[in-house]
């Protein structure tokens, strides 16, 4: 393990794809958040690393920040992204300083890891803004996610799930 003289130094580490799993094991235990999202989005993390990282709340920036990263990761374990899919639906209000939180729900309807029924659950319109829906409308990619948007009760979001499955369709049928 090498020795580390300053946070920059954990911070390159952790991001680094020549950084080696025990030692990416290590900096997810980091007392710096930023270490623990560097380690989050390196490549080469396990699935055991990921879990490992899942914040025990998701109310501050950094706690927020960790989870866009773990949802983004294409191989953050299910059981991790059923459970931050529960945790982040307060957050998703488009309220203020919520951003990355908003960030992470977008990112977890994109995930094609992530279980439908996690997904319905963080896309109820009772408890989300119409905002983040029109949002995980434009930018998902997965044709499940758009087909249940297509009956929301928000006319934007629907329209905006229309025309991606439009998109999707034109490209598809462009590139046989």
């Known amino acids: 393990m090498r020795k580390y003289?300053?946070?920059k130094d954990y911070w390159d580490a952790a991001k680094s794809p020549e950084t080696p799993i025990e030692e990416l094991d290590f900096l997810a235990k980091s007392e710096y958040d930023f270490v623990r999202v560097g380690v989050a989005q390196n490549p080469n993390v396990t699935?055991?690393?990921?879990?490992?990282?899942i914040p025990s709340r998701i109310e501050s920036w950094n706690e927020q920040t960790l989870a866009a990263a773990l949802t983004e990761n294409l191989r953050t374990p299910v059981e991790v992204l059923m459970l931050l899919a529960t945790e982040l639906?307060?957050?998703l209000n488009h309220g203020r300083g919520n951003d990355q939180g908003f960030r992470a729900g977008v990112n977890l309807c994109c995930n094609p890891n992530t279980p439908l029924d996690s997904i319905r659950e963080v896309l109820n319109p009772d408890k989300v803004a119409t905002q983040f829906r029109?949002?995980?409308a434009r930018e998902t990619r997965r044709q499940d996610v758009l087909n249940l948007l297509l009956s929301d009760r928000s006319e934007i979001a629907k329209k905006r799930a229309h025309?991606?499955?439009e998109k999707m369709n034109r490209v598809e049928s462009n590139n046989p």
């Open 5 to 7: 003289h300053s946070a």
């Open 163 to 165: 025309e991606s499955l």
């Open 89 to 91: 639906i307060p957050v």
């Open 134 to 136: 029109k949002v995980v």
């Open 47 to 53: 699935s055991e690393i990921l879990a490992s990282l």
